[in-house]
């Protein structure tokens, strides 16, 4: 039953709720003024009971045989009365009968009332017979001084009648009041849901080729619409994610080729020339210069690839910053001397920071490197760590020839180079190291911010968030 309800369609799930929903309203509303009608039409007999006794009463009286008499006193009697046609019974005290007056032969009764038991006013619904129905009303009379009592019927068919026809009206009505619900609602939910058919429909056509399009949003207030704007604004993110990736890998198949043609062009003019010993040296030189940069790029691409696939919370553990630096400072003090530059680290100490050491340290190496490769001999790179409410900054400062402000959110970008020939020829990377950088942080749930201009020199912060920083102590450098 509920994968057969499964299958179908949203409209025609709706138009059956509607339609169950009408029918127990229906029915709800129905048995209410069935019970309404009832409790009149019953409370009216009661009434009209009650108008019987006291005519009846009033009409009877002892002969001398100390029987109990009725006299019908002129046919201008009570007009209840006369369409009673006087159905009543005459009990003395003691239980026994002494007037039966019935409008149906007594033969026709097969199950009379029993005696009465009490001497109460009391009201009761007989069967006299099979679906005769009659209500009875019993009470002490006085019949010339005497005590007796006095039992006043009224045929209920008519009531039942009027009940059972509301209850036929009723159960031929609600099936069709459940159809013409079902149409309805089933009507409704179609033309309710057109857009979102529309909308299925688009979405059909759009392809990796097609991410321009857009699915349409009749109105973008309802809960379609809202879902369509959603929906556009997930195609809008793929296509930018899709753009970036074209532009990756053009770019990437770019890099690789440049150094693939440099050493197919070194191999095959060393094989086309008589060269000596020293000359087909020089030219290995070169080809594994070229070999390296290729495995440089594919180091650098790898380790893009990497971030994206691992999670991003996996490795964070305690990282003493101080330490972190300081390590930083024995990789790089070679490189820095041979530029005859001075590196400098500060750092406040125990700070520690939840976070991935590896990134971190990654992200950091990228940006020293580019702060030493991008300054002058004899210029100061300094690199320092402090505490700030809310969180902990490192920073690379150099002195070198700036960036420009126009290129500080571009040099993020894979492969992006301010001066690509000077980048190359100066021994720069392929435009990777801040992409990484960038990346490795923000896995960290920090960012990078660039503070340059041309020929001031750059700061690169990493910030981050103070949910990072476990544990500090006092400012001391
Ligand atoms: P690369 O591998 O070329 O160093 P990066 O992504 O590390 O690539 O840097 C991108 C570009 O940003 C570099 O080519 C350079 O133009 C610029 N750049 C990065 N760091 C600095 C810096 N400290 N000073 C000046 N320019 C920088």
């Known amino acids: 039953m509920k994968s057969w309800w499964l299958q179908r369609s949203v409209r025609l799930r709706l138009a059956l709720w509607y339609a169950a929903a009408t029918a127990l309203v229906l029915i709800a509303f129905a048995w209410f003024v069935y019970e309404v009608i009832e409790h009149r039409l019953a409370a009216e007999i009661d009434r009209q009971l009650r108008i019987d006794f006291d005519l009846v009463e009033a009409q009877l009286s002892i002969d001398n045989e100390e029987h109990v008499q009725w006299n019908v006193r002129g046919s201008h009697g009570d007009e209840g009365f006369a369409r009673m046609s006087a159905w009543f019974e005459v009990w003395s005290e003691n239980k026994e009968l002494l007037l039966r007056h019935w409008p149906v032969p007594e033969a026709n009764i097969k199950d009379a009332p029993p005696a009465p038991h009490g001497s109460t006013l009391k009201f009761a619904t007989v069967e006299l017979e099979r679906g005769l129905f009659v209500r009875m009303m019993e009470r002490p009379g006085r019949v010339q001084g005497q005590s ?89 993110r793929l296509e930018a994610s899709f753009a970036e990736l074209q532009r990756f890998t053009s770019d990437a198949s770019h890099e690789l080729r440049s150094p693939l043609t440099a050493l197919r062009a070194v191999g095959e003019v060393a094989l086309r020339d008589d060269n000596d010993p020293a000359m087909l040296r020089e030219t290995i030189g070169s080809m594994l210069e070229e070999a390296q940069r290729l495995t440089d790029l594919v180091d650098s691409l790898l380790t893009l690839a990497r971030m994206d696939a691992t999670k991003a919370d996996a490795m964070r553990a305690e990282v003493n910053i101080a330490a972190l630096l300081e390590e930083i400072r024995d990789q790089f003090e070679v490189l820095a001397a041979e530029k005859k530059q001075t590196f400098g680290v500060t750092s406040d100490h125990n700070v520690v920071v939840q976070t991935d050491r590896t990134l971190l340290r990654l992200a950091l190496v990228n940006l020293v490197h580019n702060a030493i490769q991008h300054s002058p001999s004899s210029s100061k790179v300094t690199l320092a760590a402090a505490r700030r409410p809310g969180g902990v900054d490192i920073s690379v400062s150099d002195s070198g020839h700036g960036i420009a402000p126009e290129y500080h959110e571009k040099i993020f970008e894979p492969f992006f180079r301010v001066d690509k020939a000077r980048s190359r020829s100066g021994g720069g990377g392929v435009g990777l190291g801040l992409a990484i950088a960038k990346r490795a942080i923000e896995r960290n749930g920090g960012r990078i911010i660039v503070e340059s201009d041309l020929d001031r020199g750059s700061v690169f912060r990493i910030e981050l968030a103070s949910s990072n920083q476990l544990a500090s102590s006092p400012a001391t450098t």
């Open 148 to 236: 007796v009592i006095i039992r006043v019927f009224r045929d209920e068919t008519e009531m039942r009648r009027s009940l059972r026809e509301i209850v036929e009206v009723s159960l031929l009505g609600f099936p069709l009041a459940g159809a013409l619900a079902a149409i309805g609602g089933y009507l409704v939910a179609t033309r309710s849901l057109a857009p979102l058919d529309a909308m299925a429909r688009q979405a059909h056509r759009i392809t990796s080729e097609s991410l321009s399009k857009r699915l349409p949003n009749l109105n973008p207030n309802d809960e379609l619409g809202r879902l369509a704007a959603v929906f556009n604004e997930t195609l809008t």
